[in-house]
């Protein structure tokens, strides 16, 4: 059997930080890239009221 030893537990704070962390980034930016895209889309070809229909932003969130 071998001895391997857990990074996270035995590791430097800062690249195992980076290592969770850009991931994250990464994947919340295409989240909202693919939000943005979806939006121009939906009111291009549906409609104003089409996307005001699923768009969370208004006088409610204020």
Request: glycine share 12%; aromatic share 10%.
């Amino acid at each position: 059997m071998s001895s391997l030893t857990n990074s996270f537990l035995t590791g430097l704070l800062g690249p195992i930080y980076a290592r969770t962390a850009l991931p994250i980034i990464f994947v919340m930016g295409m989240n909202g890239l693919l939000a943005v895209a979806e939006a121009l889309f939906l009111g291009h070809f549906v409609g104003a009221d089409a996307l005001a229909a699923v768009t969370p932003v208004g006088e409610g969130w204020v």
